[in-house]
């Protein structure tokens, strides 16, 4: 079965300081990896996804992620966070025939202070 | 496009009564999943569908939890009888079925049982 870790669950930062969240999984074949971002009271949103290609993804809101196969990893960064960046951020990983379930991970949430 | 839809937003009930929830998803996605989120347990898969058909349901919580997909464009999850433990944030979720397992959720249904 598919696991997804994403540690820190709790992160506490300043406006203008970069944001490195973790996130690792344990499927071992060919996977699509997501991180969704769930502001308070809303409801989960796609930050960015890779299917393929430059493990380097950029999404929205300045966030980037890097796929790196060998560790089993997609951590999700972003340079300089804002206020506005306070939510939940989820990791998710789906393995191709696996009739489109996800496997989220925990969840980070993340507090931006002003 | 609408996105996916569920009614209703908020919903405030007494214990032991029945309680439905509705998802119309997004048109042309064949793929359909309930969560359920708490602050204790996080984000739990309840069920999903595929065609209309249910997959797994190993995440329902116990036999008072039913969920119907009579077509492609409706679904309800129904709790009854309710209990004060079942107040949650309930999701519904809908994909394609493209082997690449990307989501796009709703607004959530929030519901409290006295």
């Known amino acids: 079965a598919q696991s997804v870790s994403q540690h820190n669950h709790h992160v506490i930062l300043s406006e203008a300081a970069s944001l490195e969240l973790g996130c690792n999984y344990s499927y071992g074949g060919t996977v699509n990896l997501f991180w969704y971002v769930q502001y308070p009271g809303q409801h989960l949103q796609l930050l960015l996804k890779?299917?393929?290609?430059?493990?380097l993804v950029k999404g929205i809101k300045g966030f980037e992620a890097e796929f790196i196969k060998s560790k089993f990893s997609f951590n999700l960064r972003k340079p300089s966070v804002q206020w506005s960046d306070t939510a939940e951020y989820f990791c998710?990983?789906?393995?191709?025939?696996?009739?489109?379930?996800?496997?989220f991970g925990k969840g980070n949430q993340v507090v931006v202070i002003p | 496009d609408a996105g996916v839809i569920q009614s209703p937003r908020h919903e405030v009930t007494e214990m032991g009564q029945e309680v439905t929830l509705r998802c119309k998803p997004i048109?042309?996605?064949?793929?359909l999943f309930w969560y359920r989120q708490t602050m204790m347990r996080g984000l739990e898969l309840l069920i999903y569908?595929?065609?209309?058909?249910?997959?797994?349901d190993s995440g329902m919580p116990e036999d008072r939890f039913s969920a119907k997909m009579p077509n492609a464009s409706f679904s309800t999850l129904k709790i009854q009888p309710s209990e004060p433990r079942d107040s949650a944030v309930y999701f519904c979720?809908?994909?394609?079925?493209?082997?690449?397992?990307?989501?796009?959720f709703g607004p959530g249904t929030r519901l409290t049982v006295l």
């Open positions: 048109s042309g996605h064949n793929s």
């Open positions: 569908f595929n065609n209309n058909v249910p997959i797994d």
């Open positions: 890779y299917f393929s290609g430059d493990p």
């Open positions: 998710a990983v789906n393995a191709p025939g696996g009739n489109n379930r996800l496997a």
């Open positions: 979720a809908s994909s394609l079925q493209d082997g690449r397992g990307e989501q796009f």
